[in-house]
């Protein structure tokens, strides 16, 4: 059976998987269960897995991938691993200040800067 | 019935489908009578927000009982003062008084419950009927 096409971009590099998104809205709840699938997958690969996901190519996302990002960040927690948010458009930074969801995850202007941040 | 504040008078009416293409058709035709009536980009942002967020909820929390080919309607108008959009499920409606705060330290960490809040933060105004299957937003420019 053929693979359903990724939503993502994925690079490794010095023990940190980055990953990109190919869609500009983060909004349907079927594509987002299949993003967080597929992230999930990368986390569940290694153990204290380092995680960047940049959001350089996203114009907008609603709740429904706000709950998949702390998903997420529960289950990089659960194995021991870390999460960085990076590249995030000053419209959507401003959900996650509304949300407060801005002390829940470490947020960096770069992926650069989210890269030199793992411990 | 006008004494409803969640109806909107003169609007479009679309009964929508649970289908990605005629969700963000219905989200583009608003959101392009919201440029021609001189809407910037900011507020398009704001109002495709909480769009999505109300035919979320509609779909997920207020058909959650229902048949899963149970429609959605969507009422809008746009002018030159505001953006109208009213969003009515089949379903038995809920209470948005008794929503806990997503914001708080205890609810932080949980995955859902942020579409309400997002919707009030981004609208003018958002009113529910009060049988809670209904809302209305509204986006006014700002003077």
Redesign the interface.
């Known amino acids: 059976m053929a693979q359903a096409e990724s939503r993502l971009r994925v690079s490794d590099r010095d023990g940190v998987t980055t990953v990109e998104f190919v869609d500009r809205n983060i909004?349907?709840?079927?594509?987002i269960q299949a993003i967080s699938e597929e992230i999930s997958a990368l986390i569940d690969r290694s153990e204290s897995p380092k995680l960047l996901i940049s959001f350089s190519n996203v114009d907008?996302l609603?709740?429904?991938a706000?709950?998949?990002l702390?998903?997420i960040?529960?289950r990089v927690r659960d194995r021991e691993g870390q999460l960085r948010l990076a590249n995030i458009d000053p419209?959507i930074y401003e959900?996650f200040v509304?949300?407060?969801?801005n002390?829940?995850f470490e947020i960096h202007d770069t992926a650069d800067e989210a890269t030199a941040s793992f411990a | 019935m006008d004494t409803n504040p969640t109806v909107i008078r003169d609007a479009t009416r679309v009964e929508l489908a649970k289908d990605r293409g005629l969700i963000d058709d219905v989200i583009e035709r608003i959101l392009g009578l919201a440029t021609e009536h001189g809407f910037d980009a900011g507020s398009a942002f704001a109002i495709r927000l909480a769009i999505e967020e109300a035919i979320t909820n509609a779909f997920v929390h207020g058909h959650s009982t229902m048949p899963p080919d149970s429609t959605v309607t969507v009422d809008y108008r746009v002018s030159d003062r505001s953006v109208d959009v009213a969003v009515e499920d089949r379903g038995p409606g809920f209470d948005p008084e008794r929503l806990p705060d997503p914001t708080e330290e205890e609810n932080l960490s949980k995955p859902s419950g942020r579409g309400v809040m997002l919707m009030r933060a981004y609208m003018s105004e958002v009113v529910f009927n009060d049988s809670g299957n209904r809302v209305r937003l509204t986006y006014r420019r700002e003077c």
Do not use: M, P, Y
């Not at chain 1, 909004?27 to 594509?31: I, M």
């Not at chain 1, 509304?98 to 969801?101: E, F, K, P, S, V």
């Open positions: 909004l349907d709840e079927a594509n907008h609603s709740s429904a706000l709950g998949a702390i998903t960040n529960h419209q959900v509304i949300t407060r969801l002390k829940l």
